[in-house]
């Protein structure tokens, strides 16, 4: 008695946990996970950054202002020999000296370096702002596919759950079948076995179905045992045509990440060229000095007044390093030329073999809905030919089985198709649209 009140307590328990299951949503989830997931954050943080640093200032178009203060005192002993022969000495004389000053430091001309530097800047910004878009679509496939083969799961669990209440059937009427006489032992056993094994597969994918939460609360930046309760379904969309995912391939965030990476090395090779040029600038300040002596000649002295001035340096030789340079900075370039055409032949690729990948598991799909129908009607005839006893529990169990690979077919094929249809939005930069609408 006390066993059976502990199990009814623990069902209780677990029981309430389900209860407190949120009901969500694939559209609650990505909007939870765009605010929570670590690597959208992590990513964000990274383009506040390249952001914070695309200015004027850090590329050095602003003059410089510096102001500068000083102030030094002395006690000496000074001990004068004239040339008159006159002496004089000075015992714990007394100097001091005040400097104040404002200067302004700008460079009037550097051979572009930092219009190129400018340009790098708002290129990093822009290449940032791309990793943080490739991350929020990896978020996005990564969240739809783990959300969409959840709910395959629950399909494939409430196929299990119809296949135990057809076993159960099947068990009940051969142990009365065998309990009469009109039945062998041999068959309430084999069915008893088939039904354990049922409830061993719903099991596997009950727990499957467990592990799955844990990959969308990780997504979600929430503990993996969090109740969750998916309310929404499978629907696979009809209008993706070839060419306009063929021809939206060009916006591939990887793609356009490449080419600002080509533009980036290409504004390299002008801030290489740069160096070869002479640099020329103005200096302009305000200056204030003061200073005061009990030793010497002069008492004191002020020096009051504005200042002003150009340097101008020129280039002439370092061994050719220059030079050198600026030849390994159009090689980069090239190279990020290539890496650009690179980028984009593997997403006609990959772009090709997912669409094949969807227009086949499409058909499959549409073969596997019409085989689970006729695999329904089959198992439902076959149950009342069993009860009647016009087949045998070996014939209605090979028909059951029939049912169950028909159902599991169902959701292998729905899944393919969206993963497929999901891989097309992502290759074709679409994902983010889409999967927010």
Known sequence: ?????????????????????????????????LQQNFDVRIARSQQAISASQNTAAYAGLLPQVQASAGYTTELLNSEQQFVTGDERIVANAGADALDLGVFV????????????????????????????????EQ?????????????????????????????????????YRESIGAGSRLDMMQALVDLRSDSAQLAATEMQMAQQLSVINNLLARKPETPLNITD???LQSQLAYADIMQAAEENTSVISANARKAYMESLVSSSKSVLMPTLSVQAGYSYFRSTSEAGFVS?????????????QVPIFNGGVNKNNVRIAEQQAAIAQETLQKQLMDVYQQTYAAWQSYSTAQYLTRLALDNEKTAIENTQIALEKFNSGAISSIDLRAIQQSRI?????????????????????????????????
Request: overall charge negative; hydrophobic content about 45%.
């Open 139 to 175: 978020t996005i496939l990564a969240l739809s596919a783990a959300w969409y083969t959840a709910i395959q799961l629950n399909r494939t669990a409430d196929v299990l759950h119809q296949t135990i209440t057809v076993s159960n059937e099947r068990y009940r009427i051969a142990s």
């Open 233 to 235: 379904t499978l629907v």
């Open 300 to 312: 004191s002295n002020i020096n009051l007044g504005p200042s002003a001035g150009l340097t101008l």
């Open 405 to 437: 690979d028909a159902g599991n077919q169902v959701s292998l094929y729905m899944l393919e198709t969206k993963l497929a249809e999901l891989e097309l939005l992502y290759l074709s930069g679409q994902l983010i649209v889409k999967e927010s609408e």
């Open 1 to 33: 008695m006390k066993k059976r009140n502990y199990v009814l307590m623990l069902f209780g328990m677990l029981l309430g946990v389900q209860l407190q299951a949120q009901d969500m949503t694939l559209q609650d989830a990505l909007q939870i996970a």
């Open 105 to 136: 430091n700008y460079t009037l001309f550097d051979g572009m370096s930092r219009t190129a530097l400018r340009d790098q800047l708002q290129l990093q910004a822009d290449i940032s702002n791309l990793q943080t878009r490739n991350t929020i």
